[in-house]
């Protein structure tokens, strides 16, 4: 199996004066699924497209292995790219679609046929190599277009929000579908997305990106369950922020002082947090327990979610705060008494409305 490690060195992208990606430095393993996460505008399909070749960094490096390709045109870098829009063929059958890369590589005939095969099998596409590409679903269309890119044995596949045009109930199989397809022929891959539940769910490590930087990476449980600030603990999972001024910083831990609650927050303190600086407790959904002896609260709303109930609960200090438990956990009663679980609290400096 072919695979690389992808490098970026240093690489800034201005167009103008807009500075669309500032100083990146990132590393792709050999085989990882990496996952550029972030919302419009935060700079990571420029950091694809310069990867790609199709956008030339301002400054920077771009390197395969121990090979700068940062001059190298997109023709000559040997890597798949599967578009959102898919960027298929209409006039051409799904056999056409998936050869027109070798075709372009002067592979030999034979050898062409053994590898639409091959990967139309892989993709289970076997029986529609002559269907046109107006007869097939979504769902397959999205797989034409990966099998398209991935039939030429590129060193990296990239991907730019190829789900964004699906239905949600095939986006989610279509997510397992290219997890499945990745642990069962691992290739090092570039995948973007805004989804936090496409990044979740398919990605070996998440790299969370705003204003052109990167502002936290690790695997998916990292970023949940230790963001590094506020915007990360917004944009990654449901959160409940509670703000407060930091009281006490110890090694690992950190005292919230939230005003309207008798009791400090403990939790674990994040990188940057300073004594008397404003900061904000994260507790998750799922962290909050209905408890006797905790904190009054009284529920506001309801949510159905099949299995699940989201309940919206005002708290004795006037804080608003959501829980998620089991539906046949909970009673709807009006009044209720909470805590949570201290040790996956997290205290977190607030960055969401500031300039990084």
């Known amino acids: 199996m072919i695979m690389s490690t992808v490098k970026f060195s240093s690489v800034s992208k201005y167009f103008g004066s807009v500075c669309a990606l500032s100083q990146t430095d990132l590393e792709i393993r050999n085989g990882e699924f990496l996952t550029l996460l972030g919302p419009s505008g935060s700079g990571k399909t420029t950091l694809l497209n310069i990867c790609a070749g199709y956008t030339q960094p301002t400054s920077g490096k771009v390197l395969i292995g121990d090979k700068d390709i940062t001059d190298l045109p997109p ?12 960027a298929l063929f209409p006039h051409l059958t799904v056999k056409e679609n998936v050869s027109y890369g070798l075709q372009a590589r002067k592979i030999k005939p034979n050898e062409i046929s053994q590898r639409v095969i091959e990967i139309l099998r892989m993709m289970q596409l076997e029986g529609y190599e002559n ?10 269309q999205q797989r034409v277009a990966l099998a398209r890119a991935m039939v030429i044995k590129p060193e990296i596949l990239l991907m730019d929000e190829p789900l964004g045009a699906l239905d949600r109930q095939l986006r989610k199989e279509v997510q397992l579908e290219i997890r499945r397809l990745h642990l069962n022929h691992p290739r090092t891959t570039i995948y973007v997305t805004h989804d936090q539940e496409e990044a979740l769910v398919m990605s ?28 990360v603990a917004r944009f990654l999972g449901e959160s409940n922020l509670l703000e407060g001024v930091v009281s006490e910083v110890t090694g690992t831990v950190a005292l919230l002082d939230v005003p309207g609650l008798s009791k400090k927050i403990t939790g674990r303190a994040a990188k940057g947090l300073k004594v008397g600086a404003r900061a904000s407790a994260l507790l998750r959904p799922e962290t909050i327990q209905y408890q006797s002896g905790g904190i ?13 109930i989201a309940t919206k609960l005002k708290l004795s200090s006037g804080h608003e705060v959501w829980t998620r438990r089991l539906a046949g956990e909970f009673n709807h ?8 679980d201290e040790t996956r609290v997290s205290i977190l400096p607030d960055v969401s409305h500031q300039q990084l």
Do not use: C, H
Request: glycine residues 12%.
């Open 296 to 308: 009054a609260a009284v529920v506001l709303e309801t949510v159905y979610l099949g299995e699940l």
């Open 75 to 86: 023709r000559l870098r040997n890597m798949g790219m599967v578009f959102q829009s898919y």
């Open 131 to 140: 269907r046109q590409i107006r007869e097939l679903s979504g769902g397959q």
């Open 333 to 340: 009663r009006e009044g209720v008494e909470v805590g949570w």
């Open 204 to 231: 070996d490590r998440i790299v969370v990106m705003r204003q052109g930087k990167i502002i936290q990476s690790g695997t998916g449980s990292d970023l949940y369950e230790r963001p590094d600030n506020t915007f």
